[in-house]
């Protein structure tokens, strides 16, 4: 019995090690730019620094339209996100600060620990309803955003 319990965590421990060593999936959509899951808001995001340094605090601006494209005011957006590689989240509590107008929105306390895959996860919620979107971004040594096709655009 002893044994089956050691041979059960060992087995744990490979499984879990091995998946904070996944390799980046290579069709990564790198997209600052896309639609909700149910397609309630279109979000785009940008950093507002360039580059992003490694474990320094930085701030993002969200735009928030309808599928119309219609601005969206007065929304309320929870961050989440991290690492899915190393299965942590961010070492701080990112949050909207404040409306910038326009259906533009400031998300201050953005902090990357290290390079890599790391995820940006919104909610959203609005008169339209409550929706939720995931971005992709990869961090690299030195700190420097990848981004692909139109997301390397700096202003909306």
């Avoid at 059960?8 to 499984?15: M, N, Q, T």
Wanted: overall charge positive; hydrophobic content about 40%; aromatic content about 8%.
């Amino acid at each position: 019995m002893q044994l089956q319990k050691i041979y059960s965590a060992l087995a744990f421990l490979a499984v879990a090690g091995t998946s904070g060593c996944m390799s980046t999936p290579a069709d990564l959509n790198l997209s600052l730019n896309r639609p909700t899951a149910q397609n309630k808001y279109v979000v785009k995001v940008h950093a507002l620094a360039d580059p992003i340094a490694i474990n320094k605090m930085h701030a993002w601006e969200i735009q928030l339209k309808s599928p119309s494209g219609e601005p969206v005011p007065n929304a309320r957006i929870t961050v989440d996100g991290g690492m899915p590689q190393h299965l942590h989240g961010f070492p701080t509590q990112p949050k909207v600060t404040r409306e910038l107008g326009d259906g533009r929105y400031l998300l201050e306390g953005m902090k990357f620990s290290m390079p890599g895959w790391w995820e940006i996860k919104l909610t959203i919620d609005s008169t339209i309803g409550t929706d939720k979107v995931t971005f992709n971004t990869l961090i690299s040594q030195p700190a420097t955003l990848a981004r692909g096709g139109a997301s390397a655009e700096k202003s909306f």
